[in-house]
């Protein structure tokens, strides 16, 4: 009798394991914070075909799916794949190739690297980025001589952390015949006593580097694959690239279709006559990881170049109010073609000035448009006023901007007019939600110090003591659902992702620290322990 119940027992055992779905993957025992609509938090997921197909605890996920891949998060924390929404994701795989200038504190400390880079590489060109002269004593713009003096022969191009201005040598300058006769519309060749500097500021750029050797498409295919390495290992699953060429876009169509590339890509083609007649006439170009149904639009330059357009003048250079990228006439008649059209219009405004002309172009065109979900990026200095037309346009901002130029932006554009500066939460209060991002390569990638930036506004040092303009900071879950299911929504993808719910992708990270509990001051310390895309550990 003891035999035969015994015999029982298994069979009803197996039996039980056979009325089991399967499932792909399983994950139990963590702390997962979902991100749907009631911030509601869960144990355990089964992932089946790249997707979510149960959300619960871990006995209910347990005793409905098995699996031969089933993890247990040991009570670590899992959220949502992360989201960039702006950044420059080929150029960060591209300046992984270059002479990095990051932190530099002195144009000593910049010029030594370039000549360890060229030591190494022995290149025929020279590129480099992240150089910031507000960041050394002497805050002035750098002057070519001593490029010139060290690399006579050797063409030299330093771009300016914000992408907004270049240091070029002369060998580099004669490639476009740059003199001090050289004018272009939306850029400046700065002189000094009369003499070309060697700094090409926003469109004076191209004077040039339409001059450069342009990578070839080997370089750019490791590029892709550089960029996503460091993505993937610090959460992010999803990058909203600001600004491609046509080409760019299809190669990373290409890679993502032979699996070589997994990140998944919101495009944002530059708004050029030929992106905007191939596109427009092509249509919304969508697959399960590229999404091309938007133009990246300049209005301005940048604050940290004064090139950021203003309504008034500079409060730390009298009469310079910046410069506009693209004039007023070319905006609106981008605008229009944009609205008529499906795609999406997201337009790079960092001065007040900028911001009104944006904000209002987009009012004109978009009436009787509704939910076209068109964005300004940056919205980094915005008038009182203005502040209410954002009640239909997306604000996509970066929180580490706001930590980066808080030691000099007052100096910039001074008190009055930080009150409508880096206000994400005025922002926020305005449209309901805000994207958030990095802007890397402008900024370093890690997403962690986008929360913590959004939340602290403090820099590494906690600095300042009680933060920056705390008014604006946001809290934890604002700043997650900025980096996730808000990011997602910018993209007209919150149905597919951005969020931990039934049917959507099974993009996800695993956290070695609680982000949403932890203390502030080690939210910037937290790692990734697994980031994984449609379920698949990357």
Not at 365 to 370: F, I, N, S, T, Y
Request: net charge negative.
């Amino acid at each position: 009798m003891k035999k035969l119940i015994l015999f029982l027992a298994i069979a009803l055992i197996f039996s039980c394991e056979d009325q089991k779905q399967q499932a792909d993957l399983i994950i139990t025992n963590a702390n997962i914070y979902t991100v749907d609509d009631a911030f509601n938090k869960a144990e355990a997921f089964a992932i089946k075909d790249g997707k979510f197909v149960a959300v619960g605890t871990s006995e209910e996920i347990t005793s409905k799916y098995q699996s031969e891949s089933t993890v247990d998060a040991n009570g670590q924390t899992v959220t949502p794949g992360l989201i960039d929404a702006h950044c420059h994701f080929l150029n960060l795989g591209i300046g992984l190739q270059q002479v990095d200038l990051m932190g530099t504190k002195s144009y000593d400390e910049v010029v030594q690297r370039v000549v360890d880079f060229q030591k190494e590489k022995n290149a025929d060109y020279i590129m480099g980025r992240g150089w910031d002269q507000n960041d050394w004593e002497d805050k002035s713009f750098p002057n070519k001589a001593k490029l010139d003096e060290l690399f006579p022969d050797t063409p030299i191009a330093l771009t300016r952390v914000d992408g907004h201005a270049i240091l070029a040598n002369q060998a580099a300058l004669d490639l476009g015949n740059v003199t001090v006769e050289s004018k272009i519309d939306g850029g400046e060749v700065v002189l000094e006593n009369g003499k070309v500097t060697g700094v090409l500021i926003d469109n004076a750029e191209s004077l040039v580097m339409n001059h450069w050797p342009v990578s070839t498409k080997e370089e750019a295919i490791q590029a892709l694959l550089d960029a996503q390495d460091v993505c993937f290992d610090l959460g992010l699953t999803t990058v909203n690239d600001a600004g491609l060429s046509i080409e760019a876009i299809e190669l990373i169509d290409s890679l993502q279709q032979a699996g070589d590339l997994k990140m998944r890509v919101y495009a944002m083609a530059s708004a050029t006559p030929k992106n905007l007649d191939y596109y427009i006439n092509k249509g919304i170009v969508k697959t399960d990881y590229l999404n091309v149904r938007s133009f990246k639009f300049y209005a301005d330059g940048a604050l940290g170049s004064r090139g950021a357009m203003m309504r008034d003048p500079y409060s730390d250079k009298p009469g310079h109010f910046g410069l506009l990228v693209n004039d007023i006439k070319t905006l609106r008649e981008t605008a229009q073609r944009i609205a008529n059209s499906e795609y999406q219009m997201n337009t790079h405004a960092i001065g007040d000035s900028a911001n009104h002309a944006v904000l209002d172009t987009y009012k004109a065109v978009l009436k009787g448009k509704p939910n076209r979900r068109w964005k300004i990026e940056h919205a980094q200095v915005v008038s009182q006023e203005d502040f209410p037309k954002f009640n239909d346009i997306i604000p996509s901002v970066q929180p580490t901007h706001a930590t980066s130029d808080m030691y000099w932006a007052e100096d910039r554009i001074g008190e009055k007019r930080m009150k409508g500066a880096y206000a994400f939460k005025d922002l926020l209060k305005q449209y309901g939600k805000v994207a958030l991002g990095t802007d890397f390569p402008v900024e370093r990638v890690n997403p962690m110090l986008t929360f913590y930036a959004a939340v602290a506004r403090q820099d590494l040092e906690q600095y300042p003591e009680g933060g920056f303009q705390m008014e604006n900071a946001l809290s934890r879950e604002e700043a997650l659902r900025g980096m996730t299911i808000w990011a997602a929504y910018s993209n007209f993808e919150e149905n597919e992702k951005g969020s931990i719910e039934v049917g959507k992708f099974a993009d996800f990270i695993i956290l070695d620290k609680d982000i949403m509990s932890v203390e502030t001051k080690a939210i910037p310390e937290t790692k990734v322990v697994g980031t994984y895309v449609a379920g698949e550990k990357q």
